[in-house]
């Protein structure tokens, strides 16, 4: 298994263009999450998903939409990148968001928007 | 808002000694996790240990948690170079609704020198 994969692994960015970060997950687990990593900040919750067909906001969701394209794959998109948005962006899934266990992440995006 | 704090921010060790170091959090919890991130990759569970425990093992791990002061430590024994990560305590709020979402704490930066 190859737990949770996320492309691409780095990017850089003009501010005011898109682009869309895949992460997809082969443990057959309902739950999936997007966090944002700034420096001094530990972790913060952009988006989840409790199952596939729903998707709900975190702390920080402005500025991105997601979509559960389907029970594998949680995608996140920048429509209009921002300086801010400059971080390391980790997608996590777990079992089932109704009680809390452990969640897996994947190695992470290094986003940089100029 | 950050739920969980970490103290101290850094920490700095010879190899073969202990480490310890410190999570507070705000509200009430269902239960408190450890995860350690290695620089540069995504983070890696390491204990849970729930709200009506006060402390559990895991190899060289030793996790306490005291719900009246809204606190827990990690304890890390015989520590090793290949210790050297950041350790983030994450905790669930009770009354968060359907969906247990982990609210991240700061981090802990050990190094522990060979």
């Known amino acids: 298994n190859a737990g949770v994969t996320q492309t691409p692994k780095f990017q850089v960015l003009k501010t005011g263009q898109s682009m869309t970060l895949q992460c997809a997950q082969d443990?057959?687990?309902?739950?999936m999450y997007w966090y944002r990593q700034d420096p001094g900040m530990g972790l913060r919750l952009i988006y989840y998903s409790a199952s596939e067909g729903t998707t709900d906001k975190g702390e920080v969701p402005n500025g991105y939409n997601v979509s559960r394209l389907n029970k594998r794959e949680f995608s996140l998109r920048l429509e209009s990148a921002a300086p801010s948005q400059t971080s390391v962006y980790f997608c996590a899934s777990n079992v089932d968001s109704s009680y809390t266990d452990t969640q897996y992440f994947g190695p992470g995006t290094r986003l940089t928007v100029l | 808002s950050q739920q969980g704090e970490e103290d101290p921010q850094a920490l700095s060790i010879q190899e073969g000694e202990n480490a310890t170091m410190n999570c507070s959090y705000k509200?009430?919890?269902?239960?408190l996790q450890w995860y350690r991130q290695n620089s540069g990759r995504g983070l890696v569970h390491l204990i849970l240990i729930r709200s009506n425990e006060r402390e559990k093992h895991s190899g060289r791990l030793r996790v306490t948690l005291d719900t009246s002061k809204k606190s827990s430590s990690l304890l890390i024994t015989a520590s090793r170079a290949a210790d050297t990560a950041s350790y983030f305590c994450a905790t669930d709020a009770i009354g968060g609704g359907a969906t247990n979402k982990l609210i991240f704490g700061t981090g802990t930066l050990l190094a522990v020198q060979p």
């Open positions: 509200t009430s919890i269902n239960n």
């Open positions: 443990m057959n687990h309902n739950s």
